[in-house]
Structure formats: C-alpha cells, structure tokens
C-alpha cells in the first residue's frame, strides 16, 4: 500500500464523516424546528393563562341553554377568565352534552377553553368522549356550539361493545349522531354491528 493510496482513503474516510455529521444535524434541525411550529399552533401556556386572567375561581360549573332546553354543562377544578381574549380556561373538566332522548355524550379533558361569545370549547390532555359503552380517546379535539359537533385531526382511538378502530381524524355530528373518520382508517367491527 502506498502513501498516496492511504492519503486517499484518510480524505474518504473523512469526508464520510462530515457527510454524515451534516444529515444529523439537519435532521435534528428539522425535527426541532417541527416541534417549535407546532407548539406555535397549540393551545397558550397553562401559566400565561394564570397570569394574564381576570378573575379565578375553584370548582365551577357552567350550563349552556337554548330557548330553555339545556345543551351542555361544564364542571372544572377551576376556571380562569381572560376578559380581553373573551375566554375562559378551565382545569380537569367534564363537559356532558345532552341529546334528544334523553342520551348523553361525556367528554373530559385535563384542560379546556370556552370562547365565552360563540361558546364554542377547545380541549386537549387525555381527551376522552364517552355515549353508552362507545370511547373516543385523542389528543385534543374542538366543540362547534353552533353546528354542535366534535372534531379533531388528532389521531383517534374508538372502542366499545363490537368495535375497536383508529383514525387520523373524527368528526361527531351530536345533531344527527353520525361519526365521520377520515385516514389511515382501520378496525375490526364485530359480528351483528349496525351500520
């Protein structure tokens, strides 16, 4: 072997490895700058909420009616009301949906906000929704109040007495009890399951 031979594979050797250093680093740079749009989009910091409310108070309950006829209720740990932004936060609540019949849809969350003019709610933290022996677990998912529907393009896990699924989105039409899930959709229903 000669010198210059070596030299070669000492240059190969070496650029290899800066090669390598620079797909590393740009992937963690993309991975970083992912994860910062991404809080971008997300609900504002629980302790900026804090800070910046208007007035807080332990255990709540609130009830939305229309006409008389109650449409949901809302009971919290807390509440924290940001009056400029027209929003409340709530921590640790339930929010129980009352349908024609006399049926329920129970949702809980680790945090929520009502925007208090359109009462519509945006949860997120250990989402579950529950109607009868159906759950719906996910991320964070958003309350229409004045289509009265639930929603999410959070992945979603779906199970109850004969079905287990999963999809990269749901929306619930509380109105006509119609659920519509879109990608990556993928299940197993069981035998005498109505469609």
Known sequence: MTLASSSNKQRRLKLVLILVIAVTIGIVLASFLRYRNDTKNSVPALSDDRKNASISIGKVHHTATKNGKKEWSLVADSAHYIEKENRALFENLEVVFYMDGGDEV?????????????????????????????????????????????????????????????????????????????????????????L
């Open 106 to 194: 129970r949702l809980s969350a680790d945090r929520g906000y009502l925007q208090t003019e359109s009462n519509d709610i945006q949860v997120e933290g250990d989402v579950i929704v529950k109607n009868g022996t159906y759950r719906i677990e996910t991320r964070a998912l958003n309350y229409n109040h004045k289509l009265r529907r639930l929603q999410t393009d959070d992945r979603v896990k779906v199970s109850g007495e004969r079905l287990s699924l999963s999809a990269d989105a749901v929306s619930v039409d509380l109105n006509t009890r119609k659920s519509e899930f879109k990608g990556n959709v993928k299940g197993v229903l069981s035998e005498g399951m109505l």
